[in-house]
């Protein structure tokens, strides 16, 4: 059966060049990085090779690049970390209603140890408004969290903006840029990031890798304590393999943002316009210009995305009904309720996020199968023939 | 066989029972999809490890059924119910308890789980059957179809089917209804499926260390609910910490001392009573239900059949006399010890299931 992967933020294939980066580290490089003999030296050269293209990637010096285990843990650092180290100046953090729930579940976490949090509404894009950012913030503010671009609709936010406004009031900015890394360009100093969270699968890497920026002068604690790796900031012997892998990443995505998702936004317009003009009744979540290239978020109404998912895989397609994170359970999702989207139209709200490997024949057969699958379940649909 | 070939979803738990339905659907050459309702949030609990026995079925893990599936090499999906089972089952479950009843999750959770949400989700997918591990048979039967008994008599789950429809049972498939537990268990070793080797636990799936009590507190809150224990005949014997601890015929835990032993008789929500009394007050010659399903077409007159009043109760001859609004009177030809509101009274003709109700 043909098979189509349109879940790239999901997770995304390792490009051969990153498998042949990391097999000698599981092979003959086998030594621990900090070790001071030779099976050290080995590798220690690539781990510090890899910070400097994942650096390079989003504009900062290789001494701020923390390597880490995934991106929640990233997130989590983040926040705990600058809560922790931050306890004498404040409270409160400011973030959004449609975060990962790295960071959403985390904030709940420390609000049930003291903190204070905002959460700020989105209109019906999924935006927020930056001047409800600005009035957001008080004196006990140490921190703003937003995601550079939602994983779900693919919304991108401000970030320029909200760097701004966290620099004037001296507040902290912490974003979750793993949606948005390897798809649009990402410049920590254009936007006044402090603290920025990337993960390797995402972006044609390993599972099990992820990067925080942390820019010099951050006072944090960590969230894992150990040994002295990464300048104290993150015990933890270093995944050697997964880092270089990584490194490698980041490089590819560094010289083929502009080619690759130029095409991937072309594929992803058209498969947007095929079912828009195919399909009745089809509502576009998300933003629709400044969108992450790759993503697609529409709902078919009447129609449940677990069954449309399901009617998908029978044929081969592999897509979303939001998060993978999220797909255990089928409450609404989080960004669609703060979207204000209605209930059924919320359950049926399907995610395609594609990638350079995808074609337009994919993009075709996609627009193939989708029609007759929407119509069959819509027949079978309780709320389809009550409106009938 | 390709002429037969269909498209048939399984529901499996990963017990031994529906990984085997799963694999001899699938060795009989159909195409066999594998799908599991996620219907609790497994993070809140811990669930002994094994399947259930004295209850209808098990529910051992996500991950056990979708090793069950990929070893046997078959799509698999979970399906996620959890609103839905809170629902139909658990906010029932402890309705029952409180309003004096006690209740049977499994046939409400078969009722409204799997022969309708999960039968709706197989069609979404264009499946032509969903089969199910149950002990119990369904055949064509003039022109429809016939519930029966599973031939294991020990392990006969026709009890917790009862609420099938005509429609539902042109769709519903039981493979396993010909054979033993010991024939089972040799597919599974044949087939060198990984959960052979599981043991039985006579649990409800959501209350896995059986302390129902204390589930239904952690769900409900506790207090509220005591009150007095009262001999039928009047008499305040005691005090209770709510009725929703006791069941009709339960003899021991009540703490009372009197001449003879003494049994729950009744439980009266109203007034928050527990009504005691000696052995022969537990007897009782007729009962009504509500809700009833005829698997047959409905009698016009009263019929004599066999009436199971629990899962594990032998039938008992009885005559059943059909009422208005779904009603229906089951008269025993000897009185019956330990009639209890909320568990289901199912009618039978030898092996065949005639339909069934809830007791009110």
Same mark, same amino acid.
């Given at each position: 059966m043909k098979q189509v992967y349109m879940d790239y933020n999901a997770t995304t294939p390792v490009r051969p060049e990153v498998l042949e980066e990391m097999l000698p580290f599981f092979r003959e490089h086998f030594g621990n990085p900090s070790s001071v003999h030779w099976a050290g030296r080995q590798v220690s050269g690539a781990v510090e090779n890899a910070r400097e293209q994942v650096a390079r990637l989003i504009n900062c010096s290789p001494a701020e690049i923390v390597f880490t285990s995934c991106g929640s843990e990233g997130d989590n650092m983040s926040l705990k970390g600058t809560v922790d180290a931050l306890r004498d100046k404040g409270n409160h953090i400011v973030t959004t209603t449609v975060e990962h729930p790295a960071v959403l579940s985390t904030c709940q976490y420390l609000e049930k140890n003291g903190c204070e949090v905002t959460y700020l509404p989105v209109d019906e894009h999924g935006m927020i408004d930056s001047a409800q950012l600005e009035k957001a913030?008080? &004196?006990?503010?140490?921190l703003i969290s937003i995601m550079w671009g939602n994983n779900e609709t693919g919304t991108l936010f401000p970030v320029e903006e909200i760097g701004a406004i966290a620099q004037k009031y001296k507040v902290r900015f912490h974003t979750d840029a793993v949606q948005a890394i390897g798809k649009i360009p990402v410049d920590v100093q254009k936007a006044n990031v402090d603290l920025l969270v990337l993960s390797g699968h995402k972006v044609g890497g390993p599972k099990g890798v992820g990067a925080v920026y942390v820019r010099r002068g951050t006072r944090m604690t960590p969230l894992i304590h150990g040994g002295h790796q990464e300048r104290n900031r993150r015990a933890g012997t270093h995944n050697v393999a997964a880092i270089a892998g990584l490194g490698k990443a980041c490089e590819l995505a560094g010289e083929r943002i502009e080619g690759d998702y130029q095409r991937v936004r072309d594929l992803r317009d058209r498969l947007e316009r095929g079912i828009m003009e195919r399909i009745p009744e089809v509502k576009l979540n998300g933003h629709p210009e400044k969108r992450l290239p790759n993503t697609l978020n529409v709902s078919f109404a009447y129609i449940e995305g677990e069954s449309l998912l399901l009617n998908f895989d029978m044929k081969g397609i592999a897509a979303s009904s939001g998060s993978a994170c999220t797909s255990?359970?089928? &409450?609404?999702s989080h960004v669609m309720g703060a979207m204000g989207v209605e209930i059924a139209l919320a359950h049926s709200s399907t995610r395609f996020s594609l990638g350079p490997d995808n074609t337009e024949e994919d993009v075709d057969y996609v627009l193939e199968v989708l029609p007759p699958i929407v119509e069959r379940l819509r027949e079978m649909s309780p709320l389809y023939k009550k409106k009938a | 066989m390709t002429a037969s070939k269909k498209r048939i979803v399984v529901a499996m738990s990963g017990g031994v029972d529906s990984s085997v339905a799963a694999a001899l659907l699938k060795e009989q050459g159909h195409e066999v999809i594998g799908m599991t309702m996620q219907i609790w949030d497994y993070s809140s609990f811990t669930a002994k490890n094994g399947e259930t026995f004295?209850?209808?079925?098990?529910?051992?893990?996500v991950h056990d059924a979708r090793r069950v599936a990929e070893q046997i090499g078959i799509p698999f999906y979970v399906v996620n119910f959890e609103k839905q089972f809170q629902r139909a089952v658990i906010d029932r479950f402890c309705d029952d308890y409180f309003a004096g009843r006690t209740p049977n999750p499994c046939v409400l959770c078969n009722q409204v789980?799997?022969?309708e949400l999960l039968l709706r989700r197989a069609r979404e997918l264009e499946a032509d059957l969903l089969a199910t591990g149950h002990y119990a048979r369904i055949a064509e039967e003039g022109a429809g179809y016939a519930l029966r008994k599973g031939h294991d008599r020990d392990k006969d789950q026709s009890y917790f089917l009862f609420t099938l429809t005509a429609e539902q049972m042109t769709r519903v498939r039981f493979p396993l209804g010909g054979m033993t537990k010991e024939d089972v268990r040799g597919h599974a070793v044949r087939l060198g499926l990984k959960v052979a080797e599981k043991a039985e636990s006579q649990d409800i799936c959501f209350v896995p260390d059986g302390d129902y009590v204390r589930f239904l507190e952690e769900e409900r809150g506790s207090g509220q609910m005591d009150g007095e224990i009262v001999h039928a005949y009047g008499q305040v014997l005691g005090r209770h910490?709510?009725?929703?601890r006791y069941t009709i015929g339960q003899r021991r835990g009540l703490g009372l001392s009197w001449p003879e032993p003494l049994f729950v008789v009744g439980l009266d929500a109203d007034k928050k009573r527990v009504i005691v009394g000696e052995r022969e007050l537990l007897e009782r010659d007729r009962l009504t239900v509500r809700e009833t399903n005829w698997l047959v077409p409905v009698p016009g007159e009263p019929i004599e059949a066999r009436c199971r009043i629990r899962y594990r109760h032998g039938e008992v001859p009885a005559v059943i006399i059909p009422l208005a609004g779904q009603r229906a009177e089951v008269r025993f030809a000897e009185p019956q010890k330990g009639i209890t509101p909320g568990q289901a009274a199912v009618f039978y003709e030898d092996d065949r299931v005639l339909g069934g109700g809830w007791i009110e």
């Open positions: 913030i008080t &004196e006990k503010t140490i255990g359970s089928l &409450e609404p | 004295g209850t209808c079925c098990s529910l051992d893990d789980l799997k022969f910490r709510g009725i929703y």
